[in-house]
């Protein structure tokens, strides 16, 4: 992914700012991400790795969310260990969907490889048992974080575009995967 794709969405965001678009509830200052809401493509496709199940969906439409296509999101980003689900954060969405438009921008099908999204907390205190490198009280169990890639680009661009957005937190897994999360802004490379 070429990191100037960045620098044209952002100037469209700016002659596109004055389209009503969600902003994020909680934010103190408003993050990249929020200004470049206007011209997202409110689209999304991915494969989940653990279960073979792949989407496409338009989450937004017409100044509005599809609540129907939010519920198919939820429960393909559920915990297939404990086939729960709960309502995954929605600015989330807005970062895959800018991140996947950029990869499709760069020659890339846009498809993201999806790891993991919502965890109960049975499944989250199971992987921390079991060396999965879980944090106790990992944004996860809350439906704010997600771990993706995209087959056939290198993790590393995915996390700078990731991080330039500033949807919240983002962890680098080398080779791996791309942690994001809608929590405090901070970086870390994991193992």
């Not at 991915?46 to 939010?70: C, K, P």
């Not at 996860?140 to 056939?152: E, L």
């Amino acid at each position: 992914m070429r990191l100037n794709r960045r620098d044209l969405l952002l100037s469209a965001a700016s002659a596109g700012a004055s389209c009503t678009l969600p902003t994020a509830v909680f934010a103190k200052t408003p993050s990249r991400l929020d200004s470049l809401k206007p011209i997202i493509k409110p689209h999304l496709r991915m494969w989940n790795a653990n279960t073979n199940e792949r989407i496409s969906t338009t989450f937004w439409r017409d100044g509005q969310y599809d609540v129907q296509e939010l519920r198919r999101i939820d429960w393909f980003m559920r915990d297939w260990r404990e086939a729960e689900m709960k309502p995954c954060s929605r600015n989330l969405l807005w970062g895959l969907a800018a991140i996947s438009e950029a990869a499709v921008g760069d020659g890339h099908s846009g498809e993201i490889r999806f790891l993991s999204g919502y965890r109960s907390r049975a499944t989250n205190d199971m992987l921390r048992r079991n060396g999965g490198g879980a944090a106790r009280n990992s944004l996860h169990i809350d439906a704010k974080a997600v771990d993706f890639s995209f087959p056939g680009i290198p993790v590393e661009p995915i996390f700078k575009y990731a991080k330039w957005l500033q949807v919240g937190g983002c962890g680098h897994y080398p080779g791996s995967f791309v942690h994001m999360d809608t929590g405090g802004r901070r970086t870390w490379i994991g193992s």
